[in-house]
């Protein structure tokens, strides 16, 4: 597997480190064919519910006296959230810029706090923040519309009783599908000029859960055609985005016309080739969301698969490494927000699938991961303003390694928030 950072090598070795390559590439390949062999197979075994430690008064506690400290210092309202570097206690701020694709998980944390203890003082910040950003919702020049107007303003009509909302919803799912190109059946992530290597055609991973704004909307007075879009695109990044095993690709280029896979390749992984965590975490999240949003079993079938590949290759902590391609390396970084998705995720899997063991394994899996979340390893209480520490936002980039990120605090509050009404209605 190449990383993206290759270096060069010399002419006049050429033939003797060809010879030595093709004997590693031999070797490589008889041991990944075995790996791949038993990592298909592998279903990993969970934790009961005995085996895992888990206070969730305690570990919602902790996310609010966070915020206690953090919410007085974010004062400027032109900017977010973003990151907290490694040796930094206090959270980076960004401009709410049109191309930062995380302006609304800060609101959208707000809403969840808001909805967990129903006091005023969230809502009445959740609002702040999230109405800096209306303007967004004519955003046509990438996918993360979904990504910066769902946990904003979705989360305020849903949690926060905002059904003012609606139609900046409404205006921002049509804005999101004016990129489905039908003649490849997804949703045009980024743009050529922002990513040259690519000169057709993107789709990511990452934008399966941007369809969730699209169903939504065709849910809630808005054109019908959003739901078949949301469904074509997640049955096309089906067929094309997944190895035989189960694990994703980051990008996908597709030819605009044909409609045909030119490429398969990554930004944010190790390698062209590699199973970036990240990505297998927002396929195991999206595909979960298009069950339940659908009702076709195709997809609660598939999400099953893709869950079950990514327990497959946990650490004992549950939480991943960046890449589960260097995963070997006890050197290479955490990441937690990886984790926090699919904890996240989990919690609505394990109520939808109909058989008792799969609804407890995947329950369980849950609660593990949240267990090692909110543990001392991964919190940030007493260490710095965010929920939790280690996650890694694009390592092959060189940025963002081993830092607080506030996708990881959203995702985790979210399914802290999931986890809290499951225990209310007794389900579990
Ligand atoms: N959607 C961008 C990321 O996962 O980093």
């Known amino acids: 597997m190449i990383p993206l950072n290759t270096g060069k090598i010399g002419l006049k070795n050429t033939f003797f480190l060809g010879s030595k390559i093709f004997l590693l590439v031999f070797f490589l390949c008889l041991f990944n064919c075995k790996k791949e062999k038993n990592e298909t197979a592998e279903i990993k075994q969970t934790p009961n519910s005995e085996e895992v430690k888990l206070d969730l008064k305690s570990l919602i506690d902790d996310c609010e006296s966070q915020l206690e400290i953090s919410v007085p210092k974010l004062t400027d309202l032109t900017k977010h959230p973003r990151l907290i570097e490694t040796d930094s206690t206090?959270?980076?701020?960004?401009?709410?810029?049109?191309?930062?694709?995380?302006?609304?998980?800060?609101?959208?944390?707000?809403?969840?706090?808001?909805?967990?203890?129903?006091?005023?003082?969230?809502?009445?910040?959740?609002?702040?923040?999230?109405?800096?950003f209306e303007d967004f919702k004519t955003i046509t020049e990438h996918h993360d519309i979904g990504f910066m107007m769902f946990p904003a303003y979705?989360?305020?009509?849903?949690?926060?009783?905002?059904?003012?909302?609606?139609?900046?919803?409404?205006?921002?799912?049509?804005?999101?599908?004016?990129?489905?190109?039908?003649?490849?059946?997804?949703?045009?992530?980024w743009s050529n000029k922002m990513h040259p290597r690519w000169k057709q055609h993107i789709t990511i991973i990452d934008n399966m859960l941007n369809l969730e704004l699209l169903f939504w909307a065709a849910k809630h007075g808005g054109d019908k055609k959003f739901y078949d879009i949301a469904v074509k695109h997640a049955e096309t990044t089906m067929k094309n985005h997944f190895r035989d095993d189960y694990t994703s690709w980051h990008v996908l280029e597709y030819d605009s016309i044909t409609g045909a896979v030119l490429n398969r390749n990554?930004?944010?992984?190790?390698?062209?080739?590699?199973?970036?965590?990240?990505?297998?975490?927002?396929?195991?999240?999206?595909?979960?969301?298009?069950?339940?949003?659908?009702?076709?079993?195709?997809?609660?079938?598939?999400?099953?698969?893709?869950?079950?590949?990514?327990l497959s290759l946990l650490p004992d902590d549950y939480v991943p490494c960046w890449d589960f391609d260097v995963a070997s390396d006890p050197n290479e970084e955490k990441d937690a927000s990886a984790a926090a998705v699919v904890a996240s995720a989990l919690l609505d899997l394990s109520e939808l699938v109909e058989d008792k063991k799969d609804q407890e394994r995947y329950y369980n899996a849950a609660l593990k991961m949240l267990e090692s979340l909110g543990s001392y390893k991964y919190s940030g209480v007493g260490k710095a303003d965010a929920f939790l520490l280690?996650?890694?936002?694009?390592?092959?980039?060189?940025?963002e390694i081993d830092v607080a990120l506030i996708y990881a605090d959203y995702y985790y509050i979210e399914a802290l928030d999931r986890l809290k009404k499951i225990k209310e209605n007794g389900k579990i």
Do not use: C
């Open 390 to 399: 280690h996650s890694t936002g694009a390592k092959s980039l060189g940025h």
């Open 154 to 189: 979705g989360k305020g009509y849903e949690l926060g009783e905002k059904k003012e909302y609606k139609n900046i919803l409404l205006t921002s799912a049509a804005s999101l599908a004016s990129r489905f190109n039908p003649n490849v059946g997804t949703i045009r992530s």
């Open 266 to 310: 990554t930004k944010q992984g190790y390698a062209d080739d590699s199973r970036w965590s990240r990505g297998q975490a927002w396929g195991v999240y999206g595909y979960t969301m298009v069950y339940k949003e659908t009702g076709d079993k195709k997809f609660l079938d598939f999400a099953q698969k893709l869950t079950d590949k990514y």
């Open 90 to 132: 206090e959270w980076e701020e960004v401009p709410n810029n049109r191309l930062v694709w995380t302006s609304g998980f800060y609101p959208g944390i707000l809403w969840y706090m808001y909805d967990i203890s129903k006091d005023e003082k969230w809502k009445q910040e959740a609002i702040k923040r999230t109405e800096v």
